[in-house]
Nanobody
Framework: QVELVESGGGSVQAGGSLRLSCAPS????????KAWFRRAPGKEREFVAG????????LYADSVKGRFSISRDDAKDLVYLQMNSLKPEDTADYLC???????????????WGQGTQVTVSS
């Protein structure tokens, strides 16, 4: 069963922008810290960006700092990833995760989506 559903992926040229959205597929999930991960072909899943449940603290991978921005709208129970100045190396399947265990570890027992594909061409 899918706990989260990502949307907003697509194909863009280098320098373009996309905004990804993540919504719960069942129970409300607005009271948890959330994060975005990505998995590129032949590579392990890597952390991209995270946001605390109160929205005050954020954390970004060095590779996306200054280009990506994570935000949340708890009234709509959504989390977003605004991606600007996209590079070919950003090409990956992007997954949303919710810290359901409140451990900020994002393990298998936490909630995950199945991903949305982002392809950046040169």
């Amino acid at each position: 069963q899918v706990e989260l559903v990502e949307s907003g992926g697509g194909s863009v040229q280098a320098g373009g922008s996309l905004r990804l959205s993540c919504a719960p597929s069942g129970r409300p999930l607005y009271g948890f810290s959330k994060a975005w991960f990505r998995r590129a072909p032949g590579k392990e899943r890597e952390f991209v960006a995270g946001i605390r449940r109160n929205g005050v603290g954020t954390l970004y991978a060095d590779s996306v700092k200054g280009r990506f921005s994570i935000s949340r709208d708890d009234a709509k129970d959504l989390v977003y990833l605004q991606m600007n100045s996209l590079k070919p190396e950003d090409t990956a399947d992007y997954l949303c995760a919710v810290d359901s265990q409140r451990m900020i570890q994002f393990r298998a027992e936490d909630y995950w989506g199945q991903g949305t594909q982002v392809t950046v061409s040169s």
